[in-house]
């Protein structure tokens, strides 16, 4: 399973999850996770459709790639941990 965790500097959202994302990473040394910057990585944020207004945005990929669900806003540490130990193997 891999991450992908959009943000920008100017998102309030995004720095709330900047140490819930780092405490979920020390846990799970496994997970992957890549950060896109909004304003920075137009690529990947136009590649993935990522709007400003539902920053900030994690796009959870299965082992080949395909999307398996997103998650908009701040949600849980708890939230975040349930979605990973469900999605884990895929």
């Keep these: 399973m891999k991450v992908l965790k959009f943000g920008a500097v100017w998102c309030s959202g995004c720095l709330v999850m900047k140490p819930r ?3 979920i990473e020390k846990e799970l040394p496994w997970l992957e996770t890549v950060m896109y910057d909004h304003d920075k990585d137009k ?9 400003e207004g539902v920053l900030p945005a994690f796009v959870f990929l299965d082992k ?8 908009n806003g701040e949600p849980s540490k708890e939230e975040l941990l349930k979605v990973i130990k469900e999605n884990k193997e895929k």
Excluded at 43 to 51: A, H, L, P, R, T
Excluded at 64 to 71: P, V
């Design 64 to 71: 080949e790639g395909k999307e398996i669900l997103r998650l």
């Design 21 to 23: 994302w780092a405490e």
């Design 43 to 51: 690529e990947m944020v136009g590649k993935y459709k990522i709007d």
